[in-house]
Each structure stands twice: as structure tokens, then as C-alpha cells.
């Protein structure tokens, strides 16, 4: 059974429902259970997907290891979401959360922090750490990360 599991459903794909199955169980004020999910995905798969988080259809995740979406993250759809990626806030006072727009890629070990706007169709290059608004159809790149266009 366990192989069969792993056969049908990916890890990637697995992980993904189980943050919407504890997204629901958060909307439906299930908080425990929520929790519960929230927890089963950190220890299967090293992601921490917060239950808050709003994320669209068509997420994609090649490798869930080492990611982290807080809770008041806002991602679009058909969003490409690689392995060691951060999306939260600047600092323990300001509370507020990135906004990703549709068709977006974040490579690897990139941290997108603040309450910032990744437009539609832009590049979080490997490694860059995005702290200011990245236009539509745009590439970010380095530390701290700057905006070139397509």
C-alpha cells in the first residue's frame, strides 16, 4: 500500500494536498486538525506551508525540501516554487506578507520577504533576496535583488 502511494502521488503533489486539506480544516475552524496537517507535512516533507497562506491552483513544487510559505502569503496561480525558497515577513513588528503574482518561478534558496508584489510572469533568480516590488515580466537577481526586464 505504502509503495502504491508513493507510485501514484509524488511527494511534491502530496505535500501540496496536504496544505490544502489543512487550509480547509483552517477555513472551516478545524484548528486542530489543521495543525495536525500543518505538522504531518513539516515531518514527511521538510515544508511549512502555513494554513493561512492563499496559494492558486497550478502550484508546483519540484522539491519540497527546506520551503517555507507564511501565513499571510498571497501566491497566484500556476506558480513555480523550488526547493529552500522563503516567502515571509521582514521582521517580528511588521507582520505583513508577499503577494505573488500568476505564471511566477522562485529558484532556489531565493527569499522574497516584506509586503512586496511579485507581478505576473517575473523570475526570482537562485539565491536573491527580494525586499522591493518586482514588475510584470521581470528577472530578480543577487543580493539584495535587482529587477532586470525579460
Not at 54 to 77: E, S
Request: charged share 15%; aromatic share 8%.
Amino acid at each position: 500500500m505504502k509503495l502504491l502511494w508513493h507510485i501514484i502521488i509524488g511527494r511534491s503533489v502530496r505535500a501540496i494536498l496536504i496544505y490544502r486539506i489543512s487550509a480547509w480544516c483552517y477555513r472551516n475552524h478545524l484548528r486542530p486538525l489543521a495543525h495536525f496537517f500543518w505538522s504531518m507535512n513539516l515531518l514527511l516533507h521538510s515544508i511549512e506551508i502555513s494554513p493561512l497562506a492563499r496559494i492558486g491552483p497550478g502550484l508546483v513544487i519540484p522539491h519540497t525540501l527546506g520551503i517555507v510559505i507564511g501565513g499571510g502569503a498571497v501566491i497566484g496561480r500556476d506558480v513555480t516554487i523550488y526547493q529552500n525558497v522563503t516567502i515571509g515577513t521582514k521582521n517580528g513588528k511588521d507582520y505583513r506578507y508577499p503577494s505573488i503574482g500568476d505564471n511566477t518561478v522562485l529558484f532556489s534558496g531565493c527569499v522574497v520577504v516584506g509586503p512586496i508584489k511579485i507581478g505576473n510572469n517575473a523570475v526570482v533568480g537562485a539565491n536573491a533576496v527580494v525586499v522591493s516590488d518586482v514588475p510584470n515580466d521581470s528577472i530578480a537577481l543577487g543580493i539584495p535583488a535587482v529587477v532586470k526586464n525579460k
